[in-house]
């Protein structure tokens, strides 16, 4: 650059005015320190003064793109020499007009003089305010974006449309050393300056009063967001926490779900009827217990007034001081009020097994999570692993949900009109040492019941888990050892199961159960091949006698204890109304299960209809028979069905050795369905979706039960077992109903054994499924 021609304009002390106006940069836009000696500036090229729209519009060379700044640096200036050194280095280095942030490639510097420190201590100034330069612009830049995505959500303020798009081009161009720095809508602000130069929006009219307007008005909607966004905060917290406060007195249990009445469309109950009510209306000594309504996780119809009242020492809690017995389950039987004449008509019943007598099998979702380390096989288990908090909430929410006023209104479509109830000892009492929930089942008990009783329908009282173990099966509550009138606490808790009848024959004498209360079990499936036969026909005796002392005019039901019809002849038969309850399953032993499907509904048709036909017959037999469970699965493939943790004996991976309770005696290790493996017995089409069954199987399944229906009406009639299961449809009639492999109702079917039975290995129905 020349030194001897400098426009007459350009005088000395103009330059200085000007340079203490403007922002430090250097040729590369980066700052410099200003001195504070009045220094010369270095020449520039004289030439026209042209408008800013001009200088935008043309891209000139780098040398006249630049304008020299001297720099003082200790005592000494840089000369024109070393000025257009560094606008060379500074091209070479990728800082010109029109760079980005990207990062210039580093070359080799030129040669420097070696002794001039000042001018190296001058380059590592330099190049450090580079670094902090870039850095500011990074942060700007950002800065930019976030206003951008701010625009977009306000939109256009007040008829001012900002254009960051047009800003974000103007910024790849960048005036080194003019009074300008174009970087977009934001003032540019040295923090180490006094002085402020302001960035010009584009069309050059210095600091923009419409951006002044602009950016208040955005701060102005920001702040009224931000007020309008705590104002509703505020607001939902009025709302919640008093909310929180009232649910979290309902449910001091730990739990949460459905109720007003569970209902299928939510998990929770609403628990309506406490609206309106205190619990500190409780008195304290009830407060936080069972009789407590307020600890309830469902109180859906129920009488959530409270009370204390007892009637053999169990509650009257949530029941309501009337009833109707005026109902009738369908046109075919007589009303509650009415006499029904057993032996004469037709029992037409359903369990509502794994309610509230828990079986893995129905409902496998209870034990599934657990491995095969954690042991967790049965109730006992189950609620010793939980602990007695979550074995409440857990156990709780399962009562509520799994049956449902809906479950008697559409046991009563399909024809049903005696409804079995399996329970447990712990509805009643728990004793020492005992992990399971006590009481909370009583109360859906009596909630059952009084279901059943708007419906029409009659009640089988089971007695299904006694103290100690009636059998060692896991649904009696504990898998393992039999320790009802068996072992050192055997007469114990003979004892105890007695005490229980009596409290509960008393409850149920009084006159709201004398009509819907007509069978009254003892105890299900005492194991009997394992028991001594004659204990328990004395305890048998003598538990008749204490429900018939407390004035319980029902049938009294007895299970047949696994000896077989034939072997009760002459047994108890003088006690009256004592009815024999027999279970049929053609799958728990390996000379019914290998039967083919011709042969097991001919087996249904001549064995179990002679069977009851003498029992019947009290010189054959015991007398009043009634089949208390059956169901048409014609395999022992569902999951759990036979213990957790062990396989069927239909595919021969029935493994009871290492089970309590079991022994080599129980395992089946070969498979024994009809065709004895070859070709191979598998459970996979049992256990299939029953949308996948093929015609053939849901003809022989839907006849199978028609059989069955007609030979256990050879006697007082019979319970399916059960009314549902989580996920085993042969086990279920709810879904067998949705399936077609059972009647729809129970009266209406279309096969009896006085007909021919196909056969179905020939329609092409395999045998080894």
């Given at each position: 650059m020349p030194s001897s021609s400098q426009?007459?304009?350009?005088?000395?002390?103009?330059?200085?005015?000007?340079?203490?106006?403007?922002?430090?940069?250097?040729?590369?836009?980066?700052?410099?320190?200003?001195?504070?000696?009045?220094?010369?500036?270095?020449?520039?090229?004289?030439?026209?003064?042209?408008?800013?729209?001009?200088?935008?519009?043309?891209?000139?060379p780098p040398s006249e793109n630049t304008r020299s700044t001297t720099t003082g640096i200790g005592s000494g200036t840089l000369s024109v020499g070393q000025l257009a050194q560094l606008d060379k280095l500074n091209q070479k280095l990728g800082w010109g007009e029109g760079s980005e942030d990207v990062a210039p490639q580093r070359r080799p510097e030129p040669a420097r003089r070696r002794d001039d420190d000042t001018y190296d201590r001058d380059l590592e100034e330099r190049e450090r305010r580079r670094q902090?330069?870039?850095?500011?612009?990074?942060?700007?830049?950002?800065?930019?974006?976030?206003?951008?995505?701010?625009?977009?959500?306000?939109?256009?303020?007040?008829?001012?449309?900002y254009d960051r798009r047009k800003d974000r081009k103007s910024e790849k161009r960048r005036v080194v050393s003019g009074q300008r720095l174009e970087r977009g809508s934001e003032a540019y602000h040295d923090e180490k300056e006094t002085d402020r130069d302001d960035v010009r929006l584009r069309g050059g009219a210095g600091r923009s009063s419409e951006y002044d307007y602009d950016e208040a008005q955005r701060k102005k909607k920001r702040r009224k967001k931000m007020i309008i966004a705590v104002a509703i905060v505020v607001l939902l917290l009025a709302i919640i926490i008093p909310v929180g406060v009232v649910v979290s007195q309902h449910k001091s249990s730990g739990s949460s779900?459905?109720?007003?009445?569970?209902?299928?469309?939510?998990?929770?109950?609403?628990?309506?009827?406490?609206?309106?009510?205190?619990?500190?209306?409780?008195?304290?000594?009830?407060q936080g217990t069972y009789l407590d309504p307020f600890t309830w996780y469902d109180t859906g119809d129920f009488n959530v007034t409270f009370t204390d009242q007892m009637v053999g020492g169990l509650s009257l809690m949530g029941l309501n001081d009337t009833w109707d017995d005026s109902k009738q389950a369908n046109p075919s039987v007589p009303a509650l009020n009415k006499e029904w004449t057993y032996g004469t008509q037709q029992v037409h019943g359903v369990n509502l097994g794994g309610w509230l007598s828990i079986e893995p099998y129905m409902t496998p979702s209870l034990f599934s999570g657990y491995s095969s380390h954690d042991n967790v096989i049965d109730e006992w288990t189950l609620t010793s692993t939980l602990g007695p908090t979550k074995a409440k909430s857990t156990l709780e929410q399962h009562y509520s949900s799994f049956v449902t006023e809906q479950t008697f209104i559409d046991i009563q479509a399909a024809g049903f009109d005696h409804v079995r109830i399996p329970f447990s000892y712990w509805a009643v009492v728990t004793y020492d040492g005992d992990p399971y929930v006590p009481n909370i089942s009583w109360?859906?008990?009596?909630?059952?019941?009084?279901?059943?009783?708007?419906?029409?329908?009659?009640?089988?009282?089971?007695?299904?888990?006694?103290?100690?173990?009636?059998?060692?099966?896991?649904?009696?509550?504990?898998?393992?050892a039999i320790g009802w009138l068996n072992g050192t606490d055997g007469t114990t808790n003979g004892d105890r199961t007695i005490s229980i009848h009596n409290q509960l024959s008393t409850f149920f004498t009084q006159p709201r159960y004398q009509n819907?209360?007509?069978?009254?079990?003892?105890?299900?499936?005492?194991?009997?091949?394992?028991?001594?036969?004659?204990?328990?026909?004395?305890?048998?005796?003598?538990?008749?006698?204490?429900?018939?002392?407390?004035?319980?005019?029902?049938?009294?039901?007895?299970g047949d204890g696994f000896m077989g019809l034939d072997n009760w002849q002459g047994k108890l038969q003088n006690i009256p109304n004592l009815l024999l309850d027999v279970h049929q399953y053609v799958i728990f032993n390996v000379q019914q299960i290998t039967l083919n499907h011709h042969?097991?509904?001919?087996?249904?048709?001549?064995?179990?209809?002679q069977q009851a036909l003498r029992s019947m017959n009290t010189a054959t037999g015991f007398g009043p028979t009634l089949c208390?469970?059956?169901?048409?699965?014609?395999?022992?493939?569902?999951q759990y069905l036979n213990n957790v943790g062990v396989g069927s004996r239909w595919e021969g991976t029935l493994n009871m050795i290492d089970t309590p309770g079991g022994s080599s005696n129980g395992s089946v290790l070969t498979p024994t369905c009809p065709t004895h493996n070859n070709p191979q017995c598998s459970c996979a089409d049992a256990n299939a979706d029953p949308s996948t069954y093929s015609a053939e199987y849901k003809q022989w399944l839907l006849m199978f039960a028609e059989a069955q229906m007609h030979s256990f009406e050879q006697g007082w009639g019979w319970f399916y077992w059960t009314w549902q299961t989580e996920t085993a449809t042969q086990w279920s009639y709810r879904d067998g109903?949705?399936?077609?492999?059972?009647?729809?109702?129970?009266?209406?079917?279309?096969f009896d054994c006085s007909q021919g039975i196909p056969d179905f290995g020939g329609l092409g129905l395999p045998e080894f499924y």
């Open positions: 426009s007459p304009r350009d005088s000395p002390a103009r330059r200085q005015r000007r340079r203490r106006t403007h922002q430090r940069v250097d040729s590369n836009g980066e700052y410099l320190p200003r001195s504070r000696d009045d220094v010369p500036p270095s020449p520039t090229k004289t030439r026209p003064r042209r408008s800013d729209g001009e200088r935008r519009s043309s891209r000139r902090e330069h870039r850095e500011r612009k990074r942060r700007r830049r950002e800065q930019e974006e976030r206003a951008a995505a701010l625009d977009a959500e306000l939109g256009e303020t007040d008829g001012l449309v779900r459905g109720g007003g009445g569970s209902n299928s469309t939510t998990s929770q109950p609403s628990n309506n009827n406490l609206k309106g009510m205190s619990e500190n209306e409780i008195p304290k000594q009830y109360r859906y008990l009596l909630r059952g019941i009084e279901w059943a009783r708007k419906y029409g329908i009659r009640i089988n009282l089971d007695l299904h888990g006694a103290p100690g173990s009636q059998n060692g099966w896991n649904h009696s509550g504990r898998q393992g819907i209360v007509a069978m009254y079990g003892l105890v299900n499936e005492p194991r009997m091949v394992e028991l001594d036969t004659s204990t328990v026909l004395d305890w048998t005796t003598n538990a008749v006698a204490a429900i018939r002392k407390n004035n319980y005019k029902g049938i009294i039901v007895f042969d097991k509904i001919q087996f249904a048709c001549d064995g179990w209809t208390g469970e059956w169901s048409q699965a014609d395999t022992d493939c569902a109903i949705a399936a077609g492999i059972v009647p729809g109702n129970v009266r209406n079917r279309t």
